[in-house]
């Protein structure tokens, strides 16, 4: 605003916060709901993993997934209830992702295995447990996972 403001001037503002208010209750939301904000909280943690902050990350997938699991005011229809079922497989796989980077095997370990008991499947899954399962030295188990994994997508590059 010239001339009381010169272009490239240095601002300063003083913000007051004049409330906090919780988000939307999950379990409250009917499963479209809940499904549109688990996917907008697994894009957040999307971005932050994209920035390399993990934990930022893993908080975020965490939050989706509480969105993505809580029981619904109704029964999801067949269609919805896949679409949160696919949500969650991919949240966890996001989650193991993110623990892998931040160190935690453990947690990785057990994103595996929940991603695995909803979608036995996931090739993510299967492949990301695999690999963790020969860093602990469980290589006939491991073996189990990655070749099942490359059975599911031959072509895969990794």
Same mark, same amino acid.
């Given at each position: 605003r010239e001339p009381d403001v010169p272009p490239e001037a240095a601002l300063l503002f003083e913000v007051t916060?004049?409330?906090?208010?919780?988000?939307?209750?999950?379990?409250?939301?009917?499963?479209?709901?809940?499904?549109?904000?688990?996917?907008?909280?697994r894009d957040r943690g999307n971005f932050h993993f994209a920035r390399g902050d993990f934990a930022a990350a893993l908080r975020s997938y965490r939050l989706a997934l509480r969105a993505l699991d809580g029981p619904a005011a109704a029964p999801p229809a067949p269609q919805e209830d896949e679409e949160l079922r696919e949500q969650r497989v991919k949240c966890l796989n996001n989650c193991a992702a993110a623990a892998l980077r931040l $160190?935690?095997?453990?947690?990785?370990?057990?994103?595996? &295995? *929940?991603?695995?008991?909803?979608?036995?499947?996931?090739?993510? #899954? /299967?492949?990301? $447990?695999?690999q963790l399962l020969a860093q602990r030295g469980r &290589? *006939?188990?491991?073996?189990?996972?990655?070749?099942?994994?490359? #059975? /599911?997508?031959?072509?895969?590059?990794?």
């Open positions: 916060l004049l409330s906090v208010r919780d988000g939307p209750d999950p379990q409250a939301l009917p499963p479209a709901a809940r499904l549109r904000l688990g996917m907008q909280r $160190r935690r095997e453990d947690e990785a370990l057990a994103a595996c &295995d *929940a991603a695995l008991r909803i979608s036995p499947d996931s090739g993510r #899954a /299967l492949l990301r $447990r695999g &290589d *006939a188990e491991a073996e189990l996972d990655l070749r099942r994994a490359l #059975a /599911l997508d031959p072509t895969s590059k990794v």
